[in-house]
């Protein structure tokens, strides 16, 4: 069974510093990861996302995740936050399940706080 | 393009009483799905459709009802609503992709629903 770990109850970072959030995964396959951001009131909008190419995907607005097979890591880093960043995160497992579709499993998001 | 639009954005209950949630794509996806967010739970799939005429359940399906008679249409339908159902459901889709790992999910912008 998969599963996604986002772990930091919450994070919150000074704007112009460098952001964090992590995510930790469980598949039995090459799973395909992806992060989404939800701004408040809103849907979810796709960030970025890994699908067995480069273990280092870039993504919208600066952000980008890097793929660590070894650690069943998918971290979301951006060098430099702003104060747009201020949103929920959500890190997002998919799998081929046994009836060849794709299972799709959300991390319980994690909130960004910046503080100007 | 509209992309996933869902109706209504609020929507207030009684306890028993009973509504259906909309839902509508332009981009040809088979794939459809909804989803219920809670606090510190992440998004739980609720029911899936694979196409017109196909639908399934997902983690958290009762109490609801699904139907899929068209390829734009994914309507949500509570059956004798709980203050348990209180949430803010989302409609998602996306092309299937068998094993290819790289669908991405279209969001629509949320329905709050309130059950008193």
């Known amino acids: 069974a998969q599963s996604v770990t986002q772990l930091d109850s919450h994070v919150s970072v000074s704007e112009g510093t460098p952001v964090l959030l992590r995510c930790n995964y469980s598949?039995?396959?090459?799973?395909?990861l992806f992060w989404y951001v939800q701004h408040p009131n809103k849907g979810l909008q796709l960030l970025l996302k890994y699908t067995s190419a480069a273990t280092l995907v870039k993504g919208i607005n600066g952000f980008e995740a890097e793929f660590k097979k070894s650690e069943t890591s998918f971290h979301l880093t951006k060098p430099s936050a702003h104060m747009s960043d201020a949103a929920e995160y959500f890190c997002v497992v998919s799998d081929p399940d046994s009836g060849g579709y794709q299972k799709v499993t959300f991390g319980i998001g994690r909130k960004l706080q910046v503080i100007p | 393009n509209a992309g996933v639009t869902q109706t209504p954005k609020f929507q207030v209950l009684k306890t028993g009483q009973s509504m259906t949630l909309q839902c509508a794509q332009d981009?040809?996806?088979?794939?459809m799905s909804w989803y219920r967010q809670d606090p510190g739970m992440g998004l739980r799939l609720i029911h899936y459709s694979v196409g017109a005429g196909i639908t399934d359940q997902g983690e958290v399906p009762n109490g609801y009802n699904v139907s899929r008679s068209t390829t734009e249409d994914f309507p949500l339908r509570l059956l004798s609503a709980a203050p348990s159902q209180t949430s803010v459901y989302f409609c998602?889709?996306?092309?299937?992709?068998?094993?290819?790992?790289?669908?991405?999910?279209?969001f629509g912008a949320g329905s709050r629903l309130t059950v008193l």
């Open positions: 981009m040809n996806h088979e794939y």
């Open positions: 598949s039995s396959y090459s799973p395909s």
């Open positions: 998602a889709s996306s092309y299937r992709g068998v094993y290819s790992g790289a669908n991405v999910l279209t």
